[in-house]
């Protein structure tokens, strides 16, 4: 991968960067003859990082589960292609919630239900690309299907149900938002904070 800009992390994100950065090493000198090519790099890192990471964050951490998570994240940052480096983009997403032990991963001291919108998100986002893992995710339809994923459980914190066309319509405009206006932040803060400004408690909307 090619060098990127770098951006600030906080304590934790950069242990994890740190720790990100050990495996990808060691996975070169590992693969030094095929110049570190390696079809189940994943699980080769999964491995890696399982104890390092449990150690750092204080949590079990599933080494299978970490594999998908892994491949996920990798996905998407060929897909958003932002400008910071691979392991800074991976080290944030894991700690905003797009981690493998899901909004079981509290690493913020944001309010209750900011962190449980962002768990909706993240349990959306991971049953998505594995309902679309042969296509890596790729779905036009996808504003739809997270808005059906995402009703019920929205509807549980909020005492109110979003009707399914206006989430989906609602997730359209979050993401070319984001795109736009945000592609610094995680994309789970931003959508959960936007999400409860129009529809949290005390709204109208």
């Given at each position: 991968?090619?060098?990127?800009?770098?951006?600030?992390?906080?304590?934790?994100?950069?242990?994890?960067?740190?720790?990100?950065?050990?495996?990808?090493?060691?996975?070169?000198?590992?693969?030094?003859?095929?110049?570190?090519?390696?079809?189940?790099?994943?699980?080769?890192?999964a491995d890696f990082l399982q104890e390092k990471l449990a150690e750092v964050t204080g949590r079990p951490v599933?080494?299978?589960?970490?594999?998908?998570?892994?491949?996920?994240?990798?996905?998407?940052?060929?897909?958003?292609?932002?400008?910071?480096?691979?392991?800074?983009?991976?080290?944030?997403?894991?700690?905003?919630?797009?981690?493998?032990?899901?909004?079981?991963?509290?690493?913020?001291?944001?309010?209750?239900?900011?962190?449980?919108?962002?768990?909706?998100?993240?349990?959306?986002?991971?049953?998505?690309?594995?309902?679309?893992?042969?296509?890596?995710?790729?779905?036009?339809?996808?504003?739809?299907?997270?808005?059906?994923?995402?009703?019920?459980?929205?509807?549980?914190?909020?005492?109110?149900?979003?009707?399914?066309?206006?989430?989906?319509?609602?997730?359209?405009?979050?993401?070319?938002?984001?795109?736009?206006?945000?592609?610094?932040?995680?994309?789970?803060?931003?959508?959960?904070?936007?999400?409860?400004?129009?529809?949290?408690?005390?709204?109208?909307?």
């Open positions: 991968m090619s060098e990127r800009s770098e951006t600030s992390l906080g304590p934790l994100a950069s242990r994890i960067q740190s720790l990100l950065m050990a495996a990808a090493a060691a996975h070169h000198d590992a693969y030094i003859e095929t110049d570190g090519l390696h079809a189940e790099w994943a699980e080769w890192y599933d080494e299978a589960e970490l594999a998908a998570w892994l491949t996920a994240a990798d996905a998407r940052y060929r897909f958003e292609a932002p400008e910071e480096a691979w392991p800074v983009y991976y080290a944030r997403a894991y700690v905003t919630g797009f981690g493998p032990a899901g909004p079981e991963v509290k690493m913020s001291d944001e309010g209750d239900l900011n962190y449980d919108v962002k768990g909706v998100l993240v349990r959306a986002a991971r049953a998505h690309h594995e309902a679309y893992l042969d296509v890596d995710g790729a779905n036009p339809g996808w504003p739809a299907w997270y808005a059906n994923h995402m009703q019920g459980d929205l509807k549980a914190l909020l005492g109110r149900e979003i009707a399914l066309d206006e989430l989906a319509t609602w997730l359209v405009k979050m993401d070319e938002e984001y795109r736009d206006l945000a592609p610094d932040r995680s994309w789970v803060s931003y959508y959960a904070e936007k999400l409860l400004e129009k529809w949290g408690e005390g709204t109208n909307s």
